[in-house]
């Protein structure tokens, strides 16, 4: 039950970014639904390798590095679903931002 509520959070901070980013875009919901789910595999399988290898670049920026990695989740993301669409990277980069504190914003209201 936890993960759908996470996996519903996640598709609703995906629908927010959509309506706030112009290049950012889905062509249904069942695609929101889908990158909310592959956002999720992402960022537990690929998202820890890459923490570890840019360890060094996030050191020296004092941790502002993740937010380049954390966009190039949402990019990755947005490669694998055919349906969803982001312009370029700075798309990507605000729209990780949004997804992390929507998601952590809702989650914090449902006590997820």
């Given amino acids: 039950m936890g993960y759908i509520v996470t996996l519903l959070i996640t598709?609703?901070?995906?629908?927010?970014?959509?309506q706030l980013i112009a290049g950012i875009s889905?062509?249904?919901?069942?695609?929101?639904v889908?990158?909310?789910?592959?956002?999720?595999?992402?960022n537990a399988?690929?998202?820890p390798?890459?923490?570890a290898l840019s360890l060094p670049l996030t050191i020296i920026t004092l941790g502002l590095f993740i937010l380049v990695v954390n966009a190039a989740m949402f990019a990755l993301t947005a490669a694998v679903i055919p349906g969803m669409v982001v312009a370029s990277f700075g798309a990507a980069f605000m729209g990780a931002i949004i997804v992390s504190v929507v998601s952590w914003a809702t989650g914090r209201l449902v006590g997820a």
């Fill in 11 to 18: 598709a609703f901070a995906f629908w927010c970014a959509d």
């Fill in 26 to 32: 889905f062509s249904s919901t069942l695609t929101l």
């Fill in 34 to 42: 889908i990158a909310a789910a592959v956002f999720g595999l992402v």
């Fill in 45 to 47: 399988i690929i998202r």
């Fill in 49 to 51: 390798v890459a923490v």
